[in-house]
């Protein structure tokens, strides 16, 4: 009979995730994983095979994460327009500052390079569309957004903004990313938003 794991393989990849953030590609080892989680490197290779391994699997748990997004943050947000703020914000929360923004960026495009771990990335990327356009489209139907909205354009252009914001943010230091990601994704919704009712 199989000893219980005793640590979750969840909890393995958000210590992934955090040590991804303070170290880069560079000084991101099985052993600064295993012991953020207070386990031995040999652990971890039993469970991932290898370091190539763990990031596969924190791609493919990124990918389930940014699919029921949407529903979870829904739930706490009065408007579908708040919620879609609150979901590009957290979209990018393991990089509060720019130092971990970089070292994100930095594996991303490590990524880009690795045909499989680009697939992965890719279908984050695409869970992560089709999340925004999910409350657009919940906007629309709300009366939130102005009618005839395309908002498959209007998803690619928030995705785009976001991105876009916390490239420019990590140069220019100015505000909390979350402050400017809300600020930049008000400022592209604005044009799109019914008129209040007087």
Same mark, same amino acid.
């Given at each position: 009979? +199989?000893?219980?794991?005793?640590?979750?393989?969840?909890?393995?990849?958000?210590?992934? #995730?955090?040590?991804?953030?303070? &170290?880069?590609?560079?000084?991101?080892? =099985? #052993?600064? *994983?295993?012991?953020?989680?207070? /386990?031995?490197?040999? &652990?971890?290779?039993? $469970?991932?095979?290898?370091?190539?391994g763990l990031l596969l699997a924190l791609a493919e748990q990124s990918a389930r994460d940014a699919d029921s997004a949407p529903a979870?943050?829904?739930? *706490?947000?009065?408007?579908? /327009?708040?919620?879609?703020?609150?979901?590009?914000?957290?979209? &990018?929360?393991?990089?509060?500052?720019?130092?971990?923004?970089?070292?994100?960026?930095?594996?991303?495009?490590?990524? /880009?390079?690795?045909?499989?771990?680009?697939?992965?990335?890719? *279908?984050?990327?695409?869970?992560?569309? $089709? #999340?925004?356009?999910?409350?657009?489209?919940?906007?629309?139907?709300?009366?939130?957004?102005?009618?005839?909205?395309?908002?498959?354009? /209007?998803?690619?252009?928030?995705?785009a903004v976001t991105v876009g914001t916390g490239l420019v943010w990590a140069l220019d230091r100015r505000d909390a990313l979350a402050?400017? =990601?809300?600020?930049?994704?008000? +400022?592209?919704?604005?044009?799109?938003?019914?008129?209040?009712?007087?």
């Open positions: 009979m +199989a000893r219980p794991r005793s640590v979750e393989d969840a909890v393995i990849l958000r210590a992934a #995730a955090e040590v991804m953030g303070r &170290t880069g590609p560079v000084g991101f080892t =099985l #052993a600064a *994983v295993a012991e953020e989680v207070g /386990l031995v490197a040999g &652990t971890l290779v039993q $469970r991932f095979g290898s370091k190539r979870r943050v829904r739930q *706490v947000h009065g408007t579908a /327009l708040d919620a879609l703020e609150a979901l590009v914000v957290e979209l &990018t929360d393991q990089s509060s500052t720019p130092e971990s923004f970089a070292h994100h960026l930095a594996f991303l495009c490590t990524d /880009l390079t690795d045909p499989e771990l680009r697939r992965h990335a890719l *279908v984050v990327h695409e869970a992560q569309r $089709r #999340a925004v356009e999910a409350l657009l489209a919940e906007a629309l139907a709300g009366g939130e957004l102005r009618p005839g909205t395309d908002t498959g354009a /209007l998803a690619d252009t928030v995705q402050v400017r =990601l809300r600020r930049e994704v008000a +400022a592209v919704l604005s044009a799109h938003r019914n008129p209040p009712e007087a």
